[in-house]
T-cell receptor, first 110, second 110 residues
Framework: DAGITQSPRHKVTETGTPVTLRCHQTENHRYMYWYRQDPGHGLRLIHY???????DKGEVSDGYSVSRSKTEDFLLTLESATSSQTSVYFC?????????FGPGTRLTVT | QKEVEQNSGPLSVPEGAIASLNCTYS??????FFWYRQYSGKSPELIMF????GDKEDGRFTAQLNKASQYVSLLIRDSQPSDSATYLCAAYSGYSTLTFGKGTMLLVSP
């Protein structure tokens, strides 16, 4: 997975609780991304980062926030999880255009 | 809204045949295109990317790009059961982001 890890790999949480997912890379790539993947919707971009402390919104950013304090780490936070945020979350990294994906986190909000 | 369209399939081909996967995109300004393979329960894996009109070959895979028709395709020669997966097409959307299609499921029967 191109030196990308995600943690946790699986999580079950209750509606209304905050959740933070972590993406860690060892490739020193500039760009990092968070996607969610749902049946019938494909991969949708949540947020992305183009450098330390530099982030921007993607197509489905409502209810999510991100932070990047170090090149290697990109955190995705669900401030107050809802059932509609049950999904598989993928982190990706990029340096020149093509993106490489982490193994994913399966999140279930009950 | 930038869109990438793929037939969801499944596309069924016998072992040894050529599988042809197609993709159209709406943003005429897109300059580069990517094909990913995703096995069930796994993360997307980059197969190929193409920037120029014409064909690009890598082993059993050939990517084809026709910018005038806004059409990208992936040919898999000598298809194997291990090629059975969902294939995602993505177009560069600007700001170092990609827009993904929903994917085409390929089934290769022995």
């Amino acid at each position: 997975d191109a030196g990308i890890t995600q943690s946790p790999r699986h999580k079950v949480t209750e509606t209304g609780t905050p959740v933070t997912l972590r993406c860690h890379q060892t490739e020193n790539h500039r760009y990092m991304y968070w996607y969610r993947q749902d049946p019938g919707h494909g991969l949708r971009l949540i947020h992305y980062s183009y450098g330390v402390k530099d982030t921007d919104k993607g197509e489905v950013s409502d209810g999510y926030s991100v932070s990047r304090s170090k090149t290697e780490d990109f955190l995705l936070t669900l401030e107050s999880a809802t059932s509609s945020q049950t999904s598989v979350y993928f982190c990706a990294i990029s340096d020149r255009g093509e993106q490489y994906f982490g193994p994913g986190t399966r999140l279930t909000v009950t | 809204q930038k869109e990438v369209e793929q037939n969801s399939g499944p596309l069924s081909v016998p072992e040894g045949a050529i599988a042809s996967l197609n993709c159209t995109y709406s943003d005429r300004g897109s300059q580069s295109f990517f094909w990913y393979r995703q096995y069930s329960g796994k993360s997307p894996e980059l197969i190929m990317f193409i920037y120029s009109n014409g064909d690009k070959e890598d082993g059993r895979f050939t990517a084809q790009l026709n910018k005038a028709s806004q059409y990208v395709s992936l040919l898999i020669r000598d298809s194997q059961p291990s090629d059975s997966a969902t294939y995602l097409c993505a177009a560069y959307s600007g700001y170092s982001t990609l827009t993904f299609g929903k994917g085409t499921m390929l089934l290769v029967s022995p």
